[in-house]
C-alpha cells in the first residue's frame, strides 16, 4: 500500500509541473501545497487453520493451531511543497490472540497427568487415570504410575489381600495367633482351625503345634514319643533314647528302656545283668560297704537321714491305693516332731496339702502315708491320709517335700512328670524339688496298673534324683524297694 501511495504523489507532481506556466503567488493565487489522504485499512479474515512463523535468525518454522486475528492500519499523508518533494507516513498493527489451556478442554495438555487432572493446577486425578506422584491422585495413592489403593502388605495394620485376620494367614504372610481368624489350618501357627479361629495347642489336638517335637507328644507338656517320631532330647522319647528320632529301645543303648532290669541287660530281650545287678538286690553283698552301696560297682552310699523312698501317685479309677513311704536311713531314731509332708500341685505352683508328722520313727524303720483302709507290714509306722490328695501329675509336674519346720530346712524332695525348680514352702522359703538331675520323660507311675516310683537301690539318695529314682512294677510300702 506504501507503494502505491508514492506513485499517486508523484504522479500529481508531475501534472502540476507540466500544466504551469508562471509561477503561482501564494499571495494572489491561494495555497500552493497540495495535500492527499489515503488512510486504508485491511483486516485479514479470522481462522481456524494453523499458521506457521519462521523465525528469521535461526530459521526454525512454529505452528500454531490456535485462532490468530491479523489487523493492519495504514495512514498515508503525502504533502507536497513548492519543491515537489513529498513525505509519507505508514503504521501498521499486527495482533495475535491464542486460547488459553485450560483443566476443561477435553486434552491432556500442560503439566497434567491425564485428561484435565494431575499436575499442578488442576484436580487430582481418579483411581486408574495416569499420575506422577501421591499428589496427582484423589486418593493420594500413585502405584506404577497410575491412581490406585496401595499393594496389601503384612505390616499395613488393615486386613487386606489374601489375609484371614490383620497382617496374617493367607498365603503370603505369617500364620496367626491364638483366637484370630482363619479359614483353614495353614493360616495358624497352631495349625488348627476350628469354627474360623485358631486353637490354641493341645496334646490331643493331632497337630505338630506348641513345645511338642512330633505330633501330640514331646515337649515340656505332653507325653513322651514313641519310636521313630521327633525328638530333642532323651526326655521327649518313651526309650529315653533320642538320635534325631526316638530309638527303639535296644540292648547297647546306655539306657535303662524296655523290659531291662538294669542298663542294657535282664528282662526277655538282653542278656542277664552281671554282678552289678546284685547294687539292686536289698543285700549287702560283694564289695558292698552299704546295702546296695559302696564299693567299685555301686553307688556312694548315701548321707543318712529321712528320705522320701518310695511313692504310688496314680492307680487305675479312684486312687484308694496310694501311699508315701518314708525311710530312716540312720543307725539311730529320729524325731518326726515339727515335720511335715508338704504336697505341690505343679499345675499352679501351689501347696496342696500339708501333712504334719510326730512321734520318733527308729534306725531302719520305714513310715507310711496312707488311706485308712491301707494295709502296711507289722513294725511300720502308718499316718492316715485321705484318698487322691497325693497330686496325679500327668500334663503338670507335681511334687513332694519333706521339711523340718524347726530348721525351717528342706529334708529331701521329689519332682515328678516334670520339673518344679521353684516353690515358696511357709516357714522354708523357696526351694527346688529336684535333686541333681531331673527324672527322665519315661519314669513316671503307671495309672493302667500296679506300679510304683521307687529309690533304686532302697534308701539311695545320691541327691541326682535321675540316678536315684526308678519305676518299678512291684510296690512295696513298708518294706525294701525291689526293681
Given amino acids: ?69 491479523t489487523t493492519t492500519t495504514t495512514t ?34 500442560g503439566d497434567e497427568t491425564d485428561t484435565d487432572c494431575g499436575g499442578a493446577s488442576c484436580p487430582a486425578c481418579a483411581d486408574g487415570s495416569a499420575c506422577v506422584n501421591d499428589s496427582d491422585c484423589q486418593g493420594m495413592s500413585c502405584v506404577d504410575n497410575t491412581c490406585g489403593p496401595p499393594a496389601p502388605t503384612c505390616d499395613d495394620a488393615v486386613v487386606n489381600g489374601d489375609e484371614t485376620d490383620i497382617d496374617c494367614g493367607g498365603p503370603d504372610c505369617d500364620p496367626c495367633d491364638d483366637d484370630q481368624a482363619c479359614q483353614g489350618p495353614a493360616d495358624c501357627q497352631s495349625q488348627v482351625c476350628s469354627d474360623d479361629l485358631c486353637q490354641a495347642p493341645t496334646c490331643s489336638d493331632d497337630a505338630h503345634n506348641g513345645g511338642e517335637t512330633d505330633v501330640d507328644c514331646g515337649g515340656p507338656e505332653c507325653d513322651p514319643c514313641a519310636a521313630g517320631l521327633g525328638c530333642d532330647g532323651p526326655q521327649d522319647c518313651e526309650s529315653g533314647v533320642c538320635d534325631g528320632v526316638c530309638a527303639v529301645p535296644n540292648c547297647n543303648d546306655d539306657t535303662m528302656n524296655g523290659d531291662e532290669t538294669d542298663v542294657d541287660c535282664g528282662g526277655d530281650t538282653c542278656d542277664p ?11 549287702q553283698n560283694g564289695q558292698e560297704t552299704g546295702v546296695d552301696c559302696g564299693g567299685p560297682a555301686c553307688p556312694a552310699c548315701p548321707t543318712p537321714g529321712l528320705v522320701i523312698n518310695e511313692v504310688d501317685y496314680d492307680q487305675p479309677g479312684n486312687d484308694n491305693a496310694e501311699f508315701i513311704e518314708i525311710l530312716n536311713t540312720t543307725g539311730a531314731p529320729i524325731d518326726l516332731t515339727n515335720h511335715a509332708v508338704v504336697l505341690v500341685n505343679g499345675a499352679n505352683n501351689t ?9 520318733m520313727i527308729a534306725a531302719g524303720q520305714y513310715l507310711v502315708l496312707a488311706n485308712a483302709n491301707f494295709a502296711v507290714p507289722p513294725g511300720t509306722l502308718k499316718v492316715n491320709i485321705s484318698n487322691g490328695i497325693v497330686q496325679n501329675g500327668g500334663s503338670d509336674p507335681d511334687g513332694i517335700a519333706l521339711v ?18 521353684a516353690i515358696n514352702i511357709p516357714g522354708v522359703g523357696v526351694v527346688s524339688l529336684v535333686e541333681g538331675l531331673a527324672l527322665p520323660a519315661n519314669v513316671i507311675d503307671n495309672p493302667a496298673g500296679a506300679g510304683s516310683l521307687a529309690r533304686l537301690p532302697n534308701g539311695q539318695d545320691s541327691n541326682n534324683a535321675a540316678a536315684d529314682w ?9 518294706a525294701a524297694n525291689v526293681p
Fill in 1 to 69: 500500500m506504501p507503494t502505491l501511495v508514492n506513485r499517486l504523489a508523484l504522479s500529481l507532481l508531475a501534472v502540476s509541473a507540466c500544466g504551469s506556466e508562471s509561477p503561482v503567488d501564494p499571495q494572489t493565487d491561494g495555497p500552493a501545497i497540495t495535500t492527499a489522504d489515503l488512510p486504508q485499512t485491511t483486516t485479514a479474515p479470522t481462522t481456524d487453520e494453523p499458521t506457521t512463523t519462521t523465525d528469521p535468525t535461526t530459521g526454525t518454522a512454529t505452528t500454531d493451531a490456535l485462532t490468530t486475528s
Fill in 76 to 109: 498515508g499523508d503525502e504533502t507536497t511543497g513548492s519543491t515537489g518533494e513529498s513525505t509519507t507516513t505508514t503504521d501498521e498493527t499486527t495482533t495475535t490472540t491464542g486460547a488459553v489451556e485450560s483443566c476443561q478442554d477435553g486434552e491432556k495438555n
Fill in 273 to 283: 545283668c552281671e554282678d552289678a545287678v546284685s547294687c539292686q538286690d536289698g543285700l
Fill in 351 to 359: 501347696i496342696a496339702a500339708t501333712i504334719n508328722l510326730n512321734g
Fill in 404 to 421: 523340718n519346720k524347726s530348721s525351717q530346712k528342706l529334708i529331701d524332695a521329689l519332682s515328678y512328670d516334670g520339673s518344679i525348680t
Fill in 470 to 478: 526308678k519305676f518299678t512294677g512291684t510296690p512295696t510300702p513298708g
